[in-house]
């Protein structure tokens, strides 16, 4: 099955993707949808209310509000190899805050004098769908909710200030995520999708989650061990090669420029640069 948030004239909404129509839910976000408790994507089969057309969905981010975002790092064997790096020993995990997060169509708003240098990570995200804590990797797998789509747009002059990445990761308006939460079942746990990210339609990543140094289920087990992991809660996994920051010529996202990310069996996501303050 697949979930949608989107907004309407009376707010956000779960919705369920039923063909070319998405069936609305009574709950607010795909979130409190999970929360709502086991069997909850049973129950929301079950529901044949209001209709609206897939076309003109406007995409909310997926989950608005988790309890809490972690991302990944250098976790590609393509990308370590760019990146001249040796593969981490465990998972290098950082934060994301949800004012962070963005809708899957969303304007990536460039924040002019704050950065010069914003660049894109095309990455598979995790939907935490039952609690977890101390789990092994069989346990943490069958606690996934499902899988969707990222963009783990970056600030690299923020992030590489210090051996700290995070101010370049979680500045405001910089993570689309969705459109779609998919079920495990219709990705095959995500074992080997194909990825990719264009800029302006020039292909700047081409790969697959059959390079994940960590899986899902690793990173999952591994966070258990620090803290519970909640119902609804985001993790990104990182992104292959094809970083704009270690091309030659370096590569950036710029207003007027449009950056499009596609995954085998989540979908699309088309986000527009614009300008602080300009309007599009």
Not at 79 to 99: G, Q
Not at 130 to 144: C, G, L, M, Q
Not at 183 to 202: F, I, K, Q, Y
């Amino acid at each position: 099955m697949r979930f949608a948030t989107i907004r309407t004239g009376d707010g956000n909404t779960a919705a369920r993707v039923d063909g070319e129509e998405l069936v609305l839910l009574d709950v607010s976000d795909v979130g409190q949808l999970i929360a709502s408790g086991p069997g909850w994507a049973e129950r929301a089969a079950e529901v044949d209310g209001e209709r609206v057309p897939l076309a003109d969905a406007d995409f909310a981010p997926l989950t608005p509000a988790p309890e809490k975002i972690f991302f990944v790092g250098l976790n590609y064997h393509d990308h370590a190899v760019e990146s001249d790096m040796a593969l981490p020993e465990v998972p290098v995990i950082f934060p994301k805050f949800a004012r962070s997060l963005i809708g899957a169509n969303d304007d990536i708003v460039i924040p002019g004098p704050l950065s010069e240098q914003v660049d894109w990570e095309i990455e598979l995200g995790v939907v935490i769908g039952s609690p977890a804590r101390f789990v092994d990797e069989d346990e943490a797998e069958a606690a996934i909710a499902g899988y969707t789509l990222v963009n783990d747009v970056t600030a690299r002059d923020w992030q590489l200030r210090t051996s700290q990445w995070m101010p370049g990761k979680i500045i405001e308006g910089f993570t689309p995520v969705g459109p779609f939460l998919v079920t495990p079942d219709e990705v095959d746990h995500a074992r080997s999708l194909g990825m990719r990210l264009t800029l302006d339609g020039e292909v700047m990543q081409d790969s697959s989650t059959s390079q994940l140094v960590f899986t899902p289920k690793q990173i999952i087990a591994y966070l258990s061990q620090l803290i519970t992991l909640a119902p609804g809660d985001l993790i990104s996994t990182g992104t292959p090669a094809g970083v704009g920051h270690l091309r030659d010529p370096r590569v950036y996202l710029t207003p007027g420029k449009v950056v499009e990310a596609t995954m085998e069996g989540l979908g699309t996501q088309t986000n527009h640069c614009v300008a602080d303050g300009a309007t599009r």
